[in-house]
Nanobody, 121 residues
Framework: QVQLVESGGGLVQPGGSLRVACEAS????????MTWVRQAPGKGLEWVSR????????YYTDAVKGRFTISRDNAKNTLYLQMNSLKSEDTATYYC??????????????WGQGTQVTVSS
């Protein structure tokens, strides 16, 4: 069965860096687009980043552009999100999700359990 397991979250000071990871199993990881989504306390889900199958096409929400980098290692079935220059507003639960395109819109059909990232002094 499809499984996505996030790891690497924790407490970090403003301006610091953290890398979260998502290990995938139960499907052919290398032929799927992957996405990071986050949910801050008291807020709804926010799309963060998407990476396509070969890892060369990447997309980011404006709030993290220039600070976050999405990447993948298809041989290890693993998705990553490198987060630099972290701000308090980056505090959220970060989820990875498998992505599909239907009728010009993106959908996430499988999600991980999430990993908590807290940015605080």
């Amino acid at each position: 069965q499809v499984q996505l397991v996030e790891s690497g979250g924790g407490l970090v000071q403003p301006g610091g860096s953290l890398r979260v990871a998502c290990e995938a199993s139960g499907f052919t990881f290398g032929i799927y687009f992957m996405t990071w989504v986050r949910q801050a306390p008291g807020k709804g889900l926010e799309w963060v980043s998407r990476i396509h199958t070969g890892g060369l096409q990447t997309y980011y929400t404006d709030a993290v552009k220039g600070r976050f980098t999405i990447s993948r290692d298809n041989a290890k079935n693993t998705l990553y999100l490198q987060m630099n220059s972290l701000k308090s507003e980056d505090t959220a639960t970060y989820y990875c999700a498998r992505s599909k395109l239907y009728g010009g819109s993106w959908y996430m059909d499988y999600w991980g359990q999430g990993t908590q990232v807290t940015v605080s002094s």
